[in-house]
């Protein structure tokens, strides 16, 4: 049987490349979209306000919040960015994309506090919610559809075992 070079998964066919390079794209365009659009100082501002923040220290306290949440979008932009490099088929791509794609699953589960998608709700309606919603999600479809192919797969293992690591 000849197997992958180690770090390399057999799995890492050109179909899922593709579907890495595509995710990729649509992920990297809704975090720029969530961070220059939907998250600005009028919805920091209302999620303050939720929170119970007076609207003083709400007008205080969001230029700091949008700075540090357009931050944490910009570094999910280039990481999903850094998935489109999938198209090359190197390893590291696999590993980097699975690994941004985790992260990004964690927003909607508690990282982000409710009362932010509130605002962005009241002040957008429900195209407010959508690169979230497209961002996470498709953050997790990917992760899935990743883990799922490298699962079955005995190669990685054996190879790490060949080269004297443990795994």
């Given at each position: 049987?000849?197997?992958?070079?180690?770090?390399?998964?057999?799995?890492?066919?050109?179909?899922?490349?593709?579907?890495?390079?595509?995710?990729?794209?649509?992920?990297?365009?809704?975090?720029?979209?969530?961070?220059?659009?939907?998250?600005?100082?009028?919805?920091?501002?209302?999620?303050?306000?939720?929170?119970?923040?007076?609207?003083?220290?709400?007008?205080?306290?969001?230029?700091?919040?949008?700075?540090?949440?357009?931050?944490?979008?910009?570094?999910?932009?280039?990481?999903?960015?850094?998935?489109?490099?999938?198209?090359?088929?190197?390893?590291?791509?696999f590993w980097a994309t699975l690994l941004?794609?985790?992260?990004?699953i964690t927003g909607p589960l508690g990282?982000?506090?409710?009362?932010?998608?509130?605002?962005?709700?009241?002040?957008?309606?429900?195209?407010?919610?959508?690169?979230?919603?497209?961002?996470?999600?498709?953050?997790?479809?990917?992760?899935?559809?990743?883990?799922?192919?490298?699962?079955?797969?005995?190669?990685?293992?054996?190879?790490?075992?060949?080269?004297?690591?443990?795994?």
């Open positions: 049987m000849i197997s992958a070079p180690i770090g390399i998964p057999s799995a890492w066919t050109h179909r899922v490349r593709l579907l890495t390079f595509a995710c990729s794209f649509v992920l990297a365009v809704c975090a720029i979209l969530q961070g220059w659009l939907v998250i600005n100082d009028e919805t920091v501002e209302a999620s303050l306000r939720l929170a119970g923040r007076t609207a003083a220290e709400a007008s205080d306290e969001a230029p700091g919040l949008v700075t540090q949440f357009r931050a944490v979008l910009a570094y999910y932009a280039a990481g999903n960015s850094l998935g489109m490099l999938a198209l090359r088929g190197a390893a590291w791509t941004i794609n985790l992260t990004q990282l982000i506090p409710a009362h932010v998608y509130r605002a962005a709700f009241h002040h957008y309606g429900p195209a407010g919610l959508f690169p979230t919603v497209a961002l996470s999600g498709g953050a997790l479809v990917l992760s899935v559809a990743l883990i799922s192919r490298i699962i079955p797969l005995r190669e990685i293992w054996a190879d790490l075992r060949a080269a004297g690591m443990k795994g």
